[in-house]
């Protein structure tokens, strides 16, 4: 796309007047005065945008959560129903996690339902950050590591103390986290050394193991990533990105996650990154400095057409918080103007890849590569720019900046998407603290539609909390108390549309059929409409996905209400049309959200990924014949098997003289709770003698039964542990009881506290000071002296009944 952004109306629709804004005025919300209608445009973008104050069909546009603004503003675009969307995607440097999948689901949504619901025609821009200081060090690192394998498992049986030595060097500088040129430096040194003994030793696929694995089974290095005599960061760290990229894109496929219209990487822009910094220097905002190139902060915020902190008010008074974008790898002596400033080209060195620039050897900062890309698709002006809140400041704040002084304009994006942070227990999540939960754990344990179901049942503007239940086990899956209500509506839906099929099935359109509504039809209709009222309403207001669920949940109980009333009456057929237009809508709107793939998949729940019905979006592969070359054959064999095998059992019974009733159920039980399930069928029982069936994914089926016998497991163990607390406070209470009132505040925890007692019943009279005990504590006394009394009866009672009313 070339020149202006695709979109439709928007913060430069042509209103002469400023937005006025409500709420608090705080460093964190204010009202932003700045924040112009037309200002920025000039002519036909000026015209298109003036005429395109709503999306296609008239519908009326959403109230979007806009971060520029702190508040839920109507979404307008820069050209007639068309949205220029860019969002940041993932520095890839290691597996995606949990709070990946969160913001990408959460975008996923967002564009699902402005394209499929609201109708807009959306050009999705994502990028994938491949040059990053956290790349050149993982590779760096990760090289090492093969190094030293290589060395130790080729060249220790020699007993070479140098190795040894050099080893112990770079296991140390891994540990402590060395400067990248000590690293590379000792690295060399061990390579070196073990090239001299054999030439082939770290070349790719010479008999050694190529993997190595962490702890959570992640893999520390690759031979085919990290290996090679010729390795070089200038192609390590490309291969290294690009093996965490494909591994991304995979758990993105997995999770139903729609592929952008557009993947831009910055190795593939570091010329184009070049020239768009000699642009923002052209108009006076960057400098250059011993081969790097800043921003000046100082020159934009004094420039009168321009603004920085528009995404945070406060941003200047915080330079820690504004240095978090510079990278690990920026020299710790300052080069800059003003400690605001941030780098937009860094001068490389050793150990560091590079690429040619009128400044010297170098490569982008990060900020710089989103402001290049995204324009370079999208253009000058951009309706939608996303990511995690956690990018607001310093990443978005400093891509606003650039973007703006390369074009010389006040305001290059539109509206700004924030999605909420995710926590663990409170925390953020970090490998160090060890609750660093990767996608692929995840799904190892819960289907895609689930954890998609846990994300819209939260606003995808707010927080959410994750609280795992167990710790994690070597190869098991991560498992999330936050996880039930999730696995609770998809079953819900999942019966829901299971229950219409089966209707539809045993209820078909005739002209001998009555189809008149009646009082329960006009009642279900009622629901439905109301229904659609507040679903549209929901996905008005900040497109609140959890409001439509709770809305959609509501409809399904009154068609329940509908389903046993109709079933109850032998006189009244179900009305099939009404019944199928119910389940469709339900069926468009989760779609509409991503639930099973495609807005137009067939009623019910689908393949996320494929689109096939019948699969619940497990994240395994599909044998279904859509998507393989599977036979016919192939295909039916699962269920021939399984019938087959049900009816050689019936013969053999019936053969033997052994077909009694209870045999025969007892084998209509193993094929519903064994042998249906594994091939992905459940039946259900139902009250009239009938059995439903439903399709699942098998996968899924077997998850579901794991879960199952994990919480009984957890109840068991919950259940032990009650039993146990209870038999020790009995315990303790029994030992308790055999202490006579008189003795009782002589012993124990009360020993050495009190100087004298009472002759006849023992009751403390001073302390062991001397003091007397007050009249307050002679009170708290009395009453556990008497509660004492009665319990010490008790047990002399209860041993007299045992001795046989033996005098004690």
Known sequence: MSGESTGGGGAFSASKKLLSFSGPSCICCAPTAWWELDEFLEGEEKKASSSSSSSSGGRQPPSILNTFTK??????????????????????????????????????????????????????????????????????????????????????????????????????????????????????????????????????????????????????????????????????????????????????RLLGVKNPDCLTRVSEYTKQIVEYIEGIIKNGFAYESNGSVYFDVTAFENSENHKYAKLKKSALDDVEAAMDGEGALLKAESEKRNDFDFVLWKKSKKGEPSWPSPWGEGRPGWHIECS???????????????????????????????????????????????????????????????????????????????????????????????TPIISKEEGKGATFKQMDAAIGVEKTFAEFFHSVKGALRRTKYACDKDQIWLPLEKKLSDAFDACQKEVHESLLDNINTSSVISSMLAMVKEFNTYLASVEKDANHALRPFLVESVAKYVTYILNCMGISGEANAPLGFTDIETGIEGDRGNGTATTSAATSNDTKEEILAPTLDALTSFRDEIRRLAKGEELSPSAILGLCDQLRDVVLPTIGVKLDDKPDGNALWKLYAPGELEKERQREEEEKERKLLAKQKLAEEKKRKEEEKGQKAKVAPQVMFKIGENENMYGSFDSETGMPLTMKDGSEVTKSQTKKLQKLYQAQVKLHESYLKSVQEKMGNVQI
């Open 71 to 252: 508040t839920k503003t109507p979404f307008q675009t820069l050209s007639p129903n068309r949205i220029g969307w860019y969002i940041c995607g993932p520095t890839v440097y290691d597996s995606a996690h949990m709070g990946h999948a969160r913001n990408y689901i959460n975008f996923d949504v967002l564009r699902r339902v402005m394209q499929d619901y609201f109708g807009y025609s959306v050009r999705f821009v994502m990028n994938v950050t491949d040059i990053d200081d956290k790349i050149i060090l993982r590779a760096q690192k990760r090289r090492a590591e093969f190094v030293m394998s290589r060395a130790k498992k080729a060249l220790m049986k020699e007993e070479n103390e140098a190795v040894k030595n050099l080893v112990a060097d770079i296991e140390k500088a891994v540990e402590t986290n060395a400067p990248l040129k000590e690293l590379c430096e000792k690295v060399e040194a061990l390579r070196a050394k073990a090239l001299d003994t054999d030439g082939s030793i770290l070349d790719v696929g010479d008999g050694f193991s190529n993997d190595e694995e962490e702890e959570d089974g992640s893999s520390s290095f690759t031979a085919s990533v990290d290996g090679g005599k010729d390795w070089s960061i200038q192609t390590g760290y490309l291969k290294l990105a690009q093996f965490y990229e494909k591994e991304f894109m995979e758990d993105m």
């Open 372 to 466: 290049a890309m995204c324009s370079d698709v999208l253009g000058k002006y951009v309706d939608v720019n996303g990511g995690g809140i956690d990018l607001s400041f310093p990443h978005h704040e400093n891509q606003l900046a650039q973007s703006e002084a390369h074009y010389d304009i006040k305001q290059w994006v539109n509206f700004f998407a924030h999605s909420g942070h995710l926590h663990i227990d409170g925390l953020k999540m970090s490998k160090s603290l060890k609750n660093f939960i990767t996608i692929r754990q995840a799904l190892k344990t819960y289907s895609a539609r689930q954890l998609r179901f846990l994300f819209l049942l939260h606003n995808w503007s707010d927080p959410m909390e994750l």
